[in-house]
C-alpha cells in the first residue's frame, strides 16, 4: 500500500475564486481533499487509482499518434471549426491559439456568456471595479444582487468577510437583494449584519436605488417589489458607508447585461460622494486567464474569429450557439471538469476529462489531464489580478491539453 501524503496550501482553479489553503492527500494515484472544502472542488479534485481511458477514432481505441493524425486530417478539411470549451489552464489557451492560427476557427469558452452580458455595461459606460483583496479588507457594506453566489461559490463569503479585515471595522454588513441568502451563507456571515430584501425584479430595484443616492425620489410605493421606504433607507446606508461593493452572477440571469448596468451606474453615483466598487462573479475553469490571453495575442476577447492572418470579433456572431450553426467541425476542449460537448451534427474532435459522459461519440477522442491534479499550470482569479500557479499532485499518465494540441497543430 501507498504511504499517504499530505499537501497542503494547494491552489484550486475550478470555480474563480481562487482558493489557495487547500489540503489534499494523495496515496499512490488516488487523490482525496480534506475538509473543511467546498463539495464542487472536492469531488472535481477527486481522483481514484484507476486506469485512464484511452484515445479514439470513431468509437474504435486507437493511439496517440493515430488520434492525434486523424485529428489533424479533419481540421485540414474543415471550413469553419469552431474551439470550444476552453476549459484549461494558460498554456492549454495559447496551444489553442496556435491551432485556430494553423486551421481557422472560431475561439470560444464555454462559461463566456456572463461575461459578455458585464462586457455590455462595461462598454457602455464603464464601470469602477475593486479586487478581492480590497472587497476582504475595506468593504462595510456589501450588496449582493440576485441569487444566493454560495451555491456555486462555496467559500465565497468566507473569503470576502475575513475574522480579521485589514481596515474595515467590525460592523460590516451584507444586503441580500433578490433570493433570500441560504443556510452556508448566512454560516459563513455569522459576524455580519445580515439584510435580506426579496426583490422580484432586481433591476427596477437597483433602478429606483441609483435614484435614490443621486438625492431624488422616483414616483411609486415600490420598485422590483421593495417598498419605497426600505429602498430610500438602503439608499442612505449606501451613501453612508466608507466602501460599498456591489456584486452579482450576470450568467444566472436573463437580464444579467442590464443588472450589470445598473449596478454600474449605482456605483457611479456613490462614488461622487464616497467609496464604492462592483465586482462581478464569475471566472470557472480559467474564463478570466483564456480571455486575457486572446487579449494579448490577437487584441480582441472570446468570441473571436481567425481565418489566416486575421481576426474578428463578433461577441453575438461568435458566441458557441451562434456559431455552431455555421461550424463543420467542433474541437471541445474541457481538462478542469468533465463538462460534455453540446448538441452538434457536424465532426467533433474532443480534448476531455477522462470522466467526460457523451451523449455522441465523437470522432476523435483524447482524454487529456487536469490542470492542478495531473500538472501544474497557471489560472486567473475572477476579478482578473492575480494569477495562481496550480501543482501537480501525483505522476501525469495523460497529456496536458497544451501537449495533445501542440501534437495536432505541428504535424
Known amino acids: 500500500m501507498a504511504d499517504v501524503q499530505t499537501i497542503e496550501n494547494v491552489a484550486c482553479g475550478f470555480c474563480g475564486l481562487g482558493c489557495d489553503d487547500l ?12 475538509a473543511p472544502i467546498c463539495p464542487e472542488a472536492a469531488r472535481l479534485l477527486r481522483r481514484l487509482d484507476t486506469a485512464d481511458p484511452v484515445a479514439r477514432v470513431a468509437g474504435e481505441t486507437a493511439s496517440e499518434t493515430e488520434a492525434t493524425d486523424a485529428a489533424r486530417q479533419i481540421l485540414a478539411s474543415a471550413r469553419a471549426p469552431l474551439i470550444g470549451g476552453l476549459g484549461v489552464d494558460m498554456a ?10 494553423r486551421f481557422g476557427g472560431v475561439l470560444d469558452h464555454y462559461a463566456s456568456e456572463g461575461l459578455f452580458r458585464n462586457y455590455a455595461a462595461a462598454q457602455r459606460t464603464g464601470w469602477l471595479s475593486t479586487t478581492l483583496a480590497e472587497v476582504r479588507n475595506r468593504c462595510d457594506l456589501l450588496l449582493v444582487v440576485g441569487d444566493d453566489p454560495s451555491g456555486t461559490w462555496g467559500q465565497l463569503f468566507e473569503r470576502f468577510f475575513p475574522a ?25 456571515l455569522a459576524s455580519a449584519q445580515v439584510v435580506h430584501h426579496a426583490a422580484e425584479d432586481p433591476v ?32 442612505e446606508d449606501l451613501r453612508n458607508a466608507h466602501y460599498a461593493v456591489v456584486t452579482w452572477n450576470a ?95 457536424g465532426k467533433i474532435i474532443a480534448l476531455a476529462h477522462p470522466e467526460t459522459i457523451f451523449d455522441k461519440e465523437p470522432d476523435v477522442l483524447i482524454p487529456v489531464g487536469t490542470p492542478g491534479v495531473d500538472h501544474a499550470g497557471t489560472v486567473f482569479r475572477m476579478d482578473s489580478i492575480v494569477s495562481l500557479p496550480l501543482g501537480a499532485l501525483r505522476v501525469a499518465t495523460l497529456p496536458s491539453v497544451a501537449e495533445a494540441v501542440r501534437r495536432i497543430a505541428e504535424g
Open 164 to 188: 480579521t479585515p485589514l481596515f474595515a471595522g467590525a460592523n460590516r454588513r451584507v444586503v441580500f437583494l433578490g433570493a433570500a441568502p441560504g443556510e452556508k451563507a448566512r454560516g459563513q
Open 251 to 345: 450568467a444566472e440571469r436573463a437580464d444579467g447585461d442590464l443588472v450589470a448596468t445598473r449596478a454600474t451606474a449605482l456605483v457611479d453615483r456613490l462614488n461622487v460622494t464616497t467609496r464604492a466598487g462592483v465586482f462581478p462573479l464569475g471566472g470557472r475553469d480559467n474564463l478570466i486567464g483564456v480571455n486575457q490571453l486572446l487579449l494579448w495575442r490577437l487584441g480582441y476577447p472570446l468570441r473571436t474569429a481567425v481565418r489566416g492572418q486575421a481576426s474578428t470579433h463578433d461577441g453575438t456572431l461568435f458566441a458557441t450557439e451562434a456559431a455552431l450553426a455555421d461550424a463543420d467541425v467542433l474541437v471541445w476542449i474541457s481538462a478542469f471538469r468533465p463538462e460534455p460537448p453540446p448538441a452538434f451534427a
Open 204 to 235: 427596477a430595484a437597483l433602478e429606483a436605488l441609483g435614484t435614490l443616492v443621486a438625492g431624488r425620489r422616483p414616483p411609486g410605493d415600490s420598485f422590483g417589489g421593495i417598498g419605497a421606504e426600505a429602498l430610500a433607507a438602503l439608499a
Open 92 to 101: 492549454g489557451a495559447g496551444a489553442a491559439v496556435d491551432l485556430a492560427i
Open 23 to 34: 489540503t489534499v492527500e494523495v496515496e499512490g494515484r488516488q487523490v482525496r481533499a480534506k
